[in-house]
């Protein structure tokens, strides 16, 4: 079956996907909005006896900036996110960023960011992953930095059950050690390299130890380390 795509009046994706009678099917179509504000969003797939059903409508409301929450227990554990994320601003990319300490996390200060980054958080209470939790159903995405102040059972038993399937295994390399690891690319685009060299990517930065995790529930790494 024929799948389009259109953004306001604009046609702005085209598949096909194989949806045999009777059964359920799913893609994936990236798109990067031109403007901020309200626009109308409709998918169409190929007709068929039931055209009522055939097209899909709502509304999208694009955002002025991606409004970023960097959730962290000492300053330094944001620092070079935070420089980051500045630097992506500078170079024309629209990102609020704001920080906070695990204890503004909130419903109602969660509802204000399209990002959620918990970097070195230890562990958070069984509010605030609910918190957490029902941002991320609503759209928002979570990043989670695992550093050295992170209670690795509070994340296996609480943390992770309620927010990502995946499971912290062990401990690789050591800090300060001769050896280190570096980044390898896994198959497939994903758009958190866009725009990026890969030789940047796989070349630097180097670690010195990282946490092993073992995914689950679909989930599928974008980067390995070597």
């Known amino acids: 079956e024929p799948v389009q795509v259109y953004l306001g009046q604009r046609r702005i994706a085209q598949q096909m996907v194989d949806l045999p009678a009777g059964k359920e099917a799913s893609t994936y179509i990236r798109f990067t909005p031109e403007a901020s504000g309200t626009v109308s969003l409709r998918v169409e797939i190929g007709e068929d006896d039931?055209?009522?059903?055939?097209v899909f409508e709502t509304i999208l409301n694009i955002p002025d900036a991606l409004?970023?929450?960097l959730v962290r227990e000492r300053p330094e554990?944001?620092?070079y996110l935070a420089r980051g994320l500045a630097a992506s601003a500078a170079e024309g990319w629209r990102v609020a960023?704001?920080?906070s300490?695990?204890?503004?996390?909130?419903?109602?200060a969660l509802s204000e960011y399209d990002l959620v980054v918990l970097t070195?958080?230890?562990r958070l209470t069984a509010g605030q992953i609910d918190a957490v939790r029902r941002r991320t159903e609503q759209g928002a995405g979570l990043l989670l930095c695992l550093g050295d102040q992170v209670d690795v059972r509070h994340y296996n038993d609480r943390l992770l059950p309620a927010l990502f399937p995946a499971t912290v295994a062990s401990l690789g390399g050591a800090p300060g050690a001769?050896?280190?690891?570096?980044a390898t690319a896994s198959p497939g685009d994903h758009p958190l390299f866009t725009g990026l060299r890969w030789e940047d990517v796989t070349a630097t930065p180097a670690f010195y130890a990282y946490y092993r995790v073992v995914l689950g529930g679909g989930a599928h790494p974008v980067l390995n380390l070597r």
């Open 101 to 108: 300490s695990p204890d503004a996390v909130t419903p109602q």
């Open 67 to 69: 409004r970023v929450l």
């Open 77 to 79: 554990d944001a620092y």
């Open 97 to 99: 960023v704001n920080e």
């Open 50 to 54: 039931l055209s009522e059903d055939s």
């Open 178 to 182: 001769s050896s280190v690891f570096q």
């Open 120 to 122: 070195n958080v230890s």
